[in-house]
Nanobody, 121 residues
Framework: QVQLVESGGGLVQAGGSLRLSCAAS????????MGWYRQAPGKQRELVAT???????NYADSVKGRFTISRDNTKNTVYLQMNSLKPEDAAVYYC???????????????WGQGTQVTVSS
């Protein structure tokens, strides 16, 4: 019914940049909030950034000023521009979206498969 597919991960040196993309497809009536989460080995999954359908954003303190989340509602896509990357940013990044597939169904969370971000020093 719904798929979220991330892309754009890879290997970069500290101080470099990456742009992650996540496209939602399938039977989608509307998308509420979208966001990015990350999980490093041995650590819990943590919130990186979120964006509402109206464009309001929220960032983890650790990435504020370096990362920018945006979305294109015509493409059902959310982006994460990551600048000034640090080794501690290395993790698997997961896309999340709150999606309504049909009425009167309540919104449900969907997750992408994750994309690896590796930052070398």
């Amino acid at each position: 019914q719904v798929q979220l597919v991330e892309s754009g991960g890879g290997l970069v040196q500290a101080g470099g940049s990456l742009r992650l993309s996540c496209a939602a497809s399938g039977s989608i009536l509307s998308i509420n909030a979208m966001g990015w989460y990350r999980q490093a080995p041995g650590k819990q999954r943590e919130l990186v950034a979120t964006i509402t359908s109206g464009g309001n954003t929220n960032y983890a303190d650790s990435v504020k000023g370096r990362f920018t989340i945006s979305r294109d509602n015509t493409k059902n896509t959310v982006y994460l521009q990551m600048n000034s990357l640090k080794p501690e940013d290395a993790a698997v990044y997961y896309c999340n979206a709150e999606i309504i597939t049909s009425w009167p169904m309540f919104p449900a969370d969907y997750w992408g498969q994750g994309t690896q971000v590796t930052v070398s020093s």
